[in-house]
């Protein structure tokens, strides 16, 4: 069983940082990659950043420049560090992680940036 540990989320102004951790334990085999989504109330998840075990990243278009992705293998630890925050991003970000087995999730922060 993979267990996926969230933490640094929180309120923040707008213009502020913040920095999230996703710390994976359990029976990991063979991970292709770990990211952030995340859930707005009444929209649907979606895709924030994602790094592949290489090294390749991915982000949605709405947070490149100001979010930046990065992982510590040797911790099956990836990191989301997010400047410039606006009150849209406001939402549940979810760990994400994908092995050649399965994928899951985290429990979810809670994120929310104030006008």
């Known amino acids: 069983q993979v267990q996926l540990v969230e933490s640094g989320g929180g309120l923040v102004q707008a213009g502020g940082s913040l920095r999230l951790s996703c710390a994976a334990s359990?029976?990991?085999?063979?991970?292709?990659?770990m990211g952030w989504y995340r859930q707005a109330p009444g929209k649907q998840r979606e895709l924030v950043a994602d790094?592949?075990?290489?090294?390749?990243?991915n982000y949605a278009d709405s947070v490149k420049g100001r979010f930046t992705i990065s992982r510590d293998n040797t911790k099956n630890t990836v990191y989301l560090q997010m400047n410039s925050l606006k009150p849209e991003d406001t939402a549940v970000y979810y760990c994400?992680?994908?092995?050649?087995?399965?994928?899951?999730w985290g429990q979810g922060t809670q994120v929310t940036v104030s006008s």
């Open positions: 359990g029976m990991i085999f063979r991970i292709n990659g």
């Open positions: 994400n992680l994908r092995s050649v087995l399965a994928a899951y």
């Open positions: 790094i592949t075990y290489g090294g390749t990243t």
